[in-house]
């Protein structure tokens, strides 16, 4: 809908010169009464306020295409009070990072303090500790074993166990590579993560990728969120803020006007695969200035795409009919809700139709000419979807890991989002850190660096203690750091500890087998995407009795490509071929020491990791589709059947190597 920007600049005008007049009549005119000169200097201040803001508010471009007048000025209203938040918050994170081991201090004696007068807080002595150096001395390093009995004795209702009263929620994690955990959440938790967080990805996001004065919505890709109650009745599942807003009007309607997506859609039940993302996907393709699409992981969005080149033609015809397509299997109050929404948009379906008919090669930049970024987590396991999305969709369009975080907490913050390589400063606010050196990872009680005292260029598994009650707490994420901003390390994801390829101590890690593959596809296999991988040792085809022509262990690699298509003999050799250059030890077994046999890489049926996915939440009785992480080390026999089962082509499906 048009928005009238002309007339917002005729109000600007005749506001400016109301203002003028008034300060004229209080400073020129002697005859006026006091009363009069402070009326008129409050009424003209008023017009000078006005005036101003409808200036701003006549350059902000470019603007929703479905922003209705009044959206446009809440939508503009909201943007300058998160404006104001923003920049305050960021004053003082930069204060922050200037001052490291103070603000480390004083956020860890914070925690203390606030719950020392629980169960846990009195066991720990935290009235007792009063410098972070009587912390490591008094508390040990833990893992989740050491709090399991009292998260259980939470779920259930007790109180002051390890934070005060009850919490909230109990967050759970996602489960994927081991057993899901739960987290008491407090409202300080979903506090950090607005403003230290949210606010902060997206005034970066705006400063680097537009003149931060657009109106534009977002496509916030979700799934369906599962939530149930413990025994205690806390609601239990997804850490995820918009459970929150559904207690609030005003937040509804204020994420109204800032997505695409109207609220009644975060109802539909996945009955029938993706009817979610279909209906996503309908109300974002009918705002050409889309302005960012943003979900958990990348694989979301990726899968959103592919089901956008499946069903193209299906959602230009509902785009210019008006409505949400019939055959979707919705529940019918919330069909009609969602249908309240939409009105026909021939042009616009016209316009659509004639971009998809020419491919999908960046699509994303021809379908949202003047979209700002994509913004999903692809450090890590997830670096296969940043290749696959930059290689098609989003050839154009940033793709960008704004934050590195779990359940347990908020612990890193893209450091520069004007370059796509996921690289995170330290949440500084939010979490006290320690860093264990790599080589003392398999010790009990390892000793362990403060922040300030991390070395560049080693490699550490991070310790952490957060807003949630974990001290001390083992995260098993194994991170790099690469430099330092200001006084505040900045670190790379390396790979989950355990999570490594090692049959004959040759340790190659998840971060090394992501960059053979990206280099493999991005140099050898060019007429084939690489759409997802996983991999593992023989070990596993030992436990399952498949056969295998030789007695060395060996790796064994699955590989999805586009289109089904497969790989000749000599191309899967190149993954070997490069894993060598990468990897100083693994060659050194595989040629020298001669005590590691060649790989075997077998491509998979077109869909199957889509499947594997899908197995992966049913099995692991995940919160939500979107929290579903595709393991890169293989570790369940199960799991590997099922890949084996799926084979493309594989003239010996029974045999390994």
């Known amino acids: 809908m048009a928005l009238g920007l002309s007339r917002s600049l005729m109000l600007a005008t005749a506001s400016l010169t109301c203002s003028f007049y008034l300060f004229w009549r209080v400073f020129f005119l002697s005859y006026t009464g006091v009363s009069w000169k402070v009326f008129s200097g409050l009424l003209g201040f008023l017009s000078l306020i006005l005036g101003i803001a409808s200036l701003d508010f006549n350059r902000c471009w470019p603007v929703s295409v479905i922003h209705s007048k009044t959206d446009a000025i809440i939508h503009y209203l909201l943007c300058c009070l998160l404006k104001l938040l923003s920049f305050i918050i960021e004053r003082k994170q930069e204060a922050a990072y200037e001052n490291l081991e103070k603000v480390q201090a004083d956020f860890l004696m914070c925690r203390l303090t606030a719950n020392a007068n629980t169960e846990y807080g009195k066991k720990h002595s935290f009235s007792m500790i009063k410098t972070r150096e009587d912390f490591i001395k008094m508390h040990p390093v833990t893992t989740y074993s050491h709090y399991e009995t009292y998260m259980n004795r939470i779920a259930k209702g007790e109180q002051n166990v390890l934070i005060p009263g009850l919490p909230i929620l109990l967050g759970r994690s996602t489960g994927t590579t081991g057993p899901s955990k739960i987290f008491p959440i407090k409202k300080d938790y979903l506090r950090a993560t607005l403003f230290n967080f949210l606010l902060i990805s997206d005034r970066k996001i705006n400063q680097a990728y537009s003149n931060g004065s657009s109106l534009q919505r977002t496509l916030d890709l979700k799934y369906y969120v599962y939530w149930d109650y413990s025994e205690g009745g806390i609601p239990t599942g997804q850490i995820a803020v918009a459970k929150m807003y559904k207690k609030s009007n005003l937040l509804q309607a204020l994420l109204g006007v800032t997505q ?10 996945p009955r029938a695969d993706q009817d979610n993302i279909y209906v996503q996907l309908l109300f974002a393709l009918r705002d050409k200035n889309l302005g960012l699409i943003q979900t958990l992981y990348g694989v979301t969005v990726y899968y ?98 704004t934050a590195f975080s779990s359940a347990e907490a908020l612990t890193g913050i893209q450091q520069c989002f004007e370059n796509e390589k996921p690289e ?28 300030d005292q991390a070395e560049v260029g080693k490699e550490y598994e991070m310790v952490i203690t957060g807003t949630t009650p974990l001290y001390r707490y083992r995260t098993g994420d194994v991170v790099k750091i690469v430099r330092f901003y200001k006084q505040t390390p900045v670190f790379e994801f390396v790979s989950r500890k355990g999570q490594l390829l090692d049959v004959a101590g040759e340790k190659t890690s998840e971060a090394c087998m992501n960059k053979v593959l990206a280099i493999c596809s991005e140099q050898y296999w060019t007429a084939r995407r690489l759409i997802d991988f996983t991999c593992c040792s023989s070990i596993i085809a030992d436990l399952t009795n498949e056969k295998t022509e030789t007695l060395l262990p060996f ?22 071929i490069v894993l060598c250059e990468e990897s100083p030890m693994y060659v050194k077994r595989l040629r020298n020491l001669r005590n590691i046999h060649k790989m075997t890489v077998h491509v998979v049926k077109q869909g199957t990791f889509e499947k594997f996915g899908k197995r992966i939440f049913n099995s692991r009785k995940l919160v939500s589709r979107d929290r579903i992480k595709i393991p890169r080390i293989l570790k369940n026999v199960d799991d590997f059947g099922f890949l084996m089962k799926n084979l493309a082509n594989d003239p010996n499906p029974n045999t390994v190597n």
């Open 260 to 269: 695409t997506t109207p609220a009644a859609a975060s109802g539909i039940k």
């Open 304 to 401: 959103a795409f592919v089901l956008l080149e499946k069903k193209w033609e299906e959602l230009v015809n509902d785009i210019s009919l008006g409505r949400v397509n019939p055959s979707l299997d919705i529940d019918r109050e919330i069909r009609e809700e969602l249908n309240q929404h939409l009105v026909p948009m021939p042009q616009r379906a016209r316009e659509l139709n004639v971009i998809f008919s020419k491919g999908f090669d960046n699509i994303c930049r021809r379908i949202w000419p003047h979209i700002k970024a994509v913004t999903c987590a692809t450090a890590g396991q997830f670096a296969i979807y940043h290749t696959t999305l930059k290689q098609k969709y989003c050839q154009s369009v940033p793709v960008i890991s």
């Open 424 to 451: 995170f400063i330290l949440s500084t606010l939010t979490t006290f850190y320690e860093f264990l050196p790599i080589e003392l990872a398999d010790q009990e009680q390892p000793e362990t660096k403060f922040a």
């Open 555 to 576: 790796y064994i690699i699955f590989l999805e490509l586009e289109d089904g298509g497969i790989l000749t003999e000599k191309e899967k050799e190149k993954l070997e």
